[in-house]
Nanobody, 119 residues
């Protein structure tokens, strides 16, 4: 199993930047694919960005060109750099780690960190 803890959320003005961090512990981090999801009030939890074990990245269309996901396996960390933030980016952001074994995907989640974009 892996435990995840997010940090770095907060209140930022439109056009500003934030960097979210996710610290992983409890397992060999490099064997997991990782990602960031977000959930706004009354909405489903949606994928924001993902990064595979070998570093391949994927982004939701709404954040392409503004957000960058990265990972440091030596430090057991995943990051989400968020630039040009918009009010619609306001949500609770969750770190995810997952592993597929025999076609079964197991997900691990952090507790979430609030990001609020407002003037």
């Amino acid at each position: 199993q892996v435990q995840l803890a997010e940090s770095g959320g907060g209140l930022v003005q439109p056009g500003g930047s934030l960097r979210l961090s996710c610290a992983a512990s409890g397992s060999i981090f490099s064997i997991y694919a990782t990602g960031w999801y977000r959930q706004a009030p009354g909405k489903a939890r949606d994928l924001v960005a993902s990064i595979s074990k070998d570093g391949t990245t994927n982004y939701a269309d709404s954040v392409k060109g503004r957000f960058t996901i990265s990972r440091d396996n030596a430090k057991n960390m995943v990051y989400l750099q968020m630039n040009s933030l918009k009010p619609e980016d306001t949500a609770v952001y969750y770190c995810n780690a997952n592993r597929v074994i025999f076609s079964t995907r197991t997900n691990y989640w952090g507790q979430g960190t609030q990001v609020t974009v407002s003037s």
